[in-house]
């Protein structure tokens, strides 16, 4: 799957054959796969967003916003967004 992370500044992520995407919503933590079923959630403040690719988990933080999928991809949409260490 593709995942783009946006902010209002740049494209911070955008990487395609994402094997999976987690995030820290408003209800709790959330784990996309390929095909998952479409889904908008609100991130909750101070959240954070990590996703594997070729089996390595990479980890950001990120100030609210949103996250969605849409079947075959997922864009997060954020105010701020930092790479942060494993």
């Not at 955008?14 to 959330?30: F, H, I, N, P, Q």
């Not at 089996?55 to 933080?61: A, V």
Request: include cysteine; aromatic fraction near 4%.
């Amino acid at each position: 799957m593709k995942l783009s992370v946006i902010t209002p500044e740049k494209m911070v992520v955008e990487e395609d054959d994402v094997e999976a995407v987690y995030g820290k919503t408003t209800d709790g933590m959330v784990g996309i796969l390929p095909n998952h079923i479409p889904l908008v959630a609100p991130l909750t403040l101070a959240g954070k967003v990590s996703f594997v690719k070729n089996g390595q988990k990479r980890f950001l933080d990120v100030d609210g916003g949103l996250l969605s999928m849409d079947g075959c991809s997922v864009t997060v949409l954020s105010e701020s967004v930092e790479w942060r260490p494993e």
